[in-house]
């Protein structure tokens, strides 16, 4: 599986890094690119002697790629690398497209200003704009023996395909699944109570089945039917089962805010203080 991993001064991306190692998924291929924002584009022969500042500039960016090639080696990952110039969102995306991987990481510190205004954007951007999954690390795995997921269905067609595809990413170091379906108590506020029984068990029914089919695959799985907003009760399950990962589907090119599952994917991104895997299938 190729997979782009935006690398910042910032170092956010280490744990990025420590997450897919930690996730184990199935050949993974992949590969580090720096994005310099500064405004400088060329090589340290194009500026010679009279670049001071671009020297510099070039000086960091080797050290920072550097840097991070040695922890993936470390880590056990391995990598190609590369350093492009522009607006960081716009050149992974560029860099996904021409590689044509499947999954773009970036990392997300929430405490720092800094990371919250830049990478918080580029998660946005990523989420509302591309049409590769999107892996967000924010802050630190808990070292655990293996990974818990937190995996939110509504049983639409396009979440059956995402979770689906999350199977095919064969994440070996993810011993235990939790699917969660959320029932917006203002949508059911003026339905019958027998309505609401018969909904409850059609929903319990496909999540039987979607049940099976993690567990055909080797995962620990089970089902959370509960009733709340989706943002909050994911929050609180997240901490209630120390999950290391929120994963969600959401539509690429063409997304509309309104949608309810896109919608909610954004406000995790943005929000959510759980690291986050935005699947696109």
């Given at each position: ?28 291929d992949?590969e580090?690119v720096h ?25 960091v960016?080797?050290?920072?790629i550097?840097?991070?090639?040695q ?6 990952l391995?990598?190609s690398h ?6 960081p969102a ?13 999954l ?11 990371n919250s205004?830049?990478f918080g954007?580029?998660g946005k951007?990523l989420?509302?704009?591309?049409r590769?999954?999107?892996l967000i690390?924010?802050?630190?795995i808990?070292e655990?023996q293996?990974?818990t997921?937190v995996a939110?269905?509504?049983?639409s067609?396009y979440s059956?395909?995402a979770?689906?595809e ?6 070996k170091g ?8 959320a029932i917006?108590r203002?949508l059911?506020a003026n339905?019958?109570r ?9 929903l ?9 089919e ?21 929050e609180s ?6 999950a290391?990962l929120?994963v ?5 090119e ?18 959510s203080?759980h690291?986050?895997l935005v699947?696109?299938?």
């Amino acid at each position: 599986m190729k997979a782009i991993l935006g690398v910042d001064e910032a170092r956010t991306y280490l744990p990025v890094l420590n997450l897919l190692s930690r996730l184990r998924l199935d050949d993974l291929d992949l590969e580090l690119v720096h994005v310099d924002h500064s405004g400088i584009v060329g090589t340290k022969k194009d500026f010679g002697f009279a670049g001071g500042a671009e020297l510099a500039q070039l000086d960091v960016d080797d050290s920072v790629i550097g840097d991070a090639v040695q922890t993936s080696d470390h880590l056990g990952l391995g990598s190609s690398h590369r350093i492009v110039y522009g607006s960081p969102a716009e050149e992974l995306v560029a860099c996904a497209e021409e590689t044509k991987a499947l999954l773009i990481c970036i990392g997300s510190k929430r405490r720092s200003k800094f990371n919250s205004s830049l990478f918080g954007s580029i998660g946005k951007s990523l989420t509302l704009s591309s049409r590769q999954s999107i892996l967000i690390a924010k802050g630190e795995i808990e070292e655990t023996q293996a990974l818990t997921v937190v995996a939110t269905t509504d049983f639409s067609n396009y979440s059956d395909r995402a979770l689906k595809e999350f199977i095919r990413m064969a994440p070996k170091g993810v011993s235990r699944v939790i699917l969660l379906t959320a029932i917006d108590r203002q949508l059911v506020a003026n339905v019958s109570r027998e309505q609401i029984h018969l909904f409850r068990a059609f929903l319990n029914d496909r999540a039987d089945k979607l049940v099976a089919e993690f567990v055909a695959a080797g995962f620990d799985c089970d089902h959370k039917l509960l009733d709340g907003d989706l943002g909050e009760v994911v929050e609180s399950l997240m901490a209630e089962t120390k999950a290391d990962l929120l994963v969600m589907g959401a539509q690429g090119e063409g997304y509309q805010p309104r949608v309810s599952i896109g919608s909610s994917a954004l406000k995790q991104v943005v929000s959510s203080r759980h690291s986050i895997l935005v699947l696109r299938p």
